[in-house]
Nanobody
């Protein structure tokens, strides 16, 4: 099995920045797509940003120009740099990964989530 562990959440004022990190552990043959989702209070879970093995990133319209996703393929880590944070960015952020396990079985893993609160 693969475990994803997030870190870096917290409380920040509007306009501030936070960096989320996620590290994957386990036996993986290919980590195809890594990304971040979030669920705000009273909202559905939504995709924030994804980044595939080849380096192609995709962002939700609401975070374009403010958030940047990066990954280290050798270390199986993915980060989310969040700038110009707004109160509406308040949510639990989840790291996710899809790909193939060393056993050949499909990988679809989620982290436990990390809280991000944007408030003055």
């Amino acid at each position: 099995q693969v475990q994803l562990v997030e870190s870096g959440g917290g409380l920040v004022e509007p306009g501030g920045s936070l960096r989320l990190s996620c590290a994957a552990s386990g036996s993986v043959l290919l980590m195809n797509v890594m990304g971040w989702y979030r669920r705000g209070p009273g909202k559905e879970r939504e995709v924030v940003a994804t980044l595939n093995w080849g380096g192609v990133a995709d962002y939700a319209d609401s975070v374009k120009g403010r958030f940047t996703i990066t990954r280290d393929n050798a270390k199986n880590t993915v980060d989310l740099q969040m700038n110009s944070l707004k109160p509406e960015d308040t949510a639990v952020y989840y790291c996710t990964a899809t790909g193939v396990l060393s056993s050949g079985r499909p990988l679809n893993a989620w982290g436990q989530g990390t809280q991000v609160t944007v408030s003055s």
